[in-house]
């Protein structure tokens, strides 16, 4: 699937209603073979008479983990990433967008007390961010502490559930590197912290004093 401003990342669980005839041909696809698909940002920079759904170079393959079908045909999904990969190009022989993709292999997460801390941190915040929801929170942040021994994948996990913003999503997509992943998703929950901490002050960025 190509969505606007949907970036799937690895670790996320992704609701999906299935509604296009061609989404449903294609799920119906998935679940009589391996129960995959990639969900790929649209790259609007490259739109273009001949191709009006361009991808974006990234993106991620999901396996189908919950599945409602209804009695009209649509379908409610809850789609489980696996992994990032590269798109190498498309291919047009259905009435989805196909994809021909390649795995990316990921550089090892340095054993570093620096990372160590940004795990920390990472929990620290995730657990602050969430801690409106009460118990409701419990599951996910059992799901957070359950990768701390891969900081590459928790930050996938935490971006995926927590960051809402597009540009930092691609982002973290993009990156290969685990350390300066979990580093860049602590600094924008960091980012979204202050923020809410601003307006529960009432104020907002503009409204700071400067010493």
Do not use: W
């Not at 991808?55 to 992994?83: K, N, Q, Y």
């Not at 990472?122 to 502490?145: Q, V």
């Not at 995926?160 to 999503?169: K, M, S």
């Amino acid at each position: 699937m190509t969505l606007g401003d949907c970036v799937f990342l690895p670790q996320q669980l992704l609701p999906l209603r299935i509604f296009e005839p061609r989404y449903r041909r294609m799920l119906k696809e998935a679940l009589e073979g391996n129960r995959m698909f990639a969900v790929s940002q649209l790259d609007a920079d490259l739109l273009s008479p001949e191709d009006d759904e361009p991808s974006c170079p990234f993106t991620c393959v999901g396996r189908i983990v919950g599945h409602v079908e209804h009695p009209d045909g649509t379908s409610h999904v809850m789609l489980e990433g696996l992994r990032r990969a590269r798109v190498l190009r498309k291919q047009r022989r259905t009435p989805y967008p196909r994809l021909e993709v390649s795995a990316v292999d990921e550089e090892e997460a340095p054993d570093t007390a620096a990372v160590t801390r940004e795990v920390a941190r990472l929990l620290a915040l995730s657990e602050k961010l969430t801690s409106a929801l009460g118990a409701d929170a419990d599951p996910l942040m059992g799901r957070f502490r359950g990768l701390t021994g891969r900081p590459g994948a928790l930050a996938d996990a935490v971006a995926g559930h927590l960051l809402t913003d597009t540009g930092t999503r691609r982002q973290v997509l993009e990156c290969l590197a685990p350390g300066r992943r979990i580093r860049q998703v602590a600094d924008a929950l960091a980012r979204l912290d202050a923020l809410n901490e601003i307006g529960r002050q009432g104020g907002d960025e503009t409204t700071r004093g400067l010493n």
